[in-house]
């Protein structure tokens, strides 16, 4: 076989083998819409803070339906049930972070492929076990699909809370969030649904 020949055939492979891989990586960065099926097939972790249930009744909703792992972040020192003692101790731990001391502080962040962060708003920010959580992990989140679960209630400011978490986890890749009043099941039921058929990711993300 000359040289001209040769040249031809390793050139022709040469960009048959660039085709292959354009290809690909236009494939793997088409975004789409999973859905729930989709998604309960992946690792998926919700971290949540919930001090009176409502919170952990919508976790359980959204577990069920996509077989997550559910991780409750919890103080090292369980809350007062005395509601005055109780918004007190909030108080002191939104002005200094730092303290709050956790149960759960390292957790393997890194497994998950989609992450829901689920706080109620307490005086008008995340939990402080959620915001010292989010501190203590940061670099964990990097590059990882991030969503917000915020349960609020009436004169509550929900944009607050998730520009806390959107400030603090810049580099995450961000999905649709969940912002919601307390409701009933079958309302929960319904939204939930449409909250997960709204996500897109790119195929890399869910790899």
């Known amino acids: 076989m000359d040289a ?8 022709g492979i040469v960009g048959f083998l660039l085709l292959v891989i354009i290809g690909y990586l236009i494939f793997m960065n088409k975004t789409y819409k999973p859905g729930i099926e989709a998604l309960s097939k992946k690792n998926i972790g919700i971290f949540y803070c919930s001090y009176d249930d409502q919170v952990a009744n ?7 339906k996509l077989k997550a792992d559910k991780i409750e972040i919890k103080p090292a020192v369980k809350y007062p049930a005395d509601k005055a003692q109780f918004t007190e101790r909030i108080k002191q731990e939104n002005a200094n972070i730092s303290k709050v001391a956790l149960s759960n502080d390292i957790i393997d962040i890194r497994k998950y492929k989609l992450i829901i962060m689920g706080t ?12 010292k959580f989010v501190l203590s992990n940061q670099e964990r989140f990097f ?5 917000l679960l915020i349960l609020y209630k009436q004169g509550q400011i929900p944009k607050d809370t998730a ?3 959107r400030y603090k986890l810049y580099n995450s890749i961000w999905k649709p969030s969940f912002v919601t009043m307390e ?4 309302q929960l039921d319904y939204e939930i649904d449409l909250w997960f058929n709204l996500m897109e990711f790119k195929r890399e993300e869910l790899r």
Do not use: A, H, R
Not at 4 to 11: A, C, E, H, P, R
Not at 120 to 131: A, D, H, S, T, W
Not at 143 to 147: A, G
């Open 4 to 11: 001209k020949k040769l040249t031809i055939i390793i050139s």
């Open 120 to 131: 109620p708003i307490l005086e008008n920010k995340p939990c402080p076990v959620m915001q």
């Open 143 to 147: 590059k990882k699909p991030v969503s």
């Open 163 to 165: 520009e806390f978490f």
């Open 183 to 186: 409701k009933g099941k079958d």
């Open 58 to 64: 919508i976790v359980n909703i959204i577990g069920g």
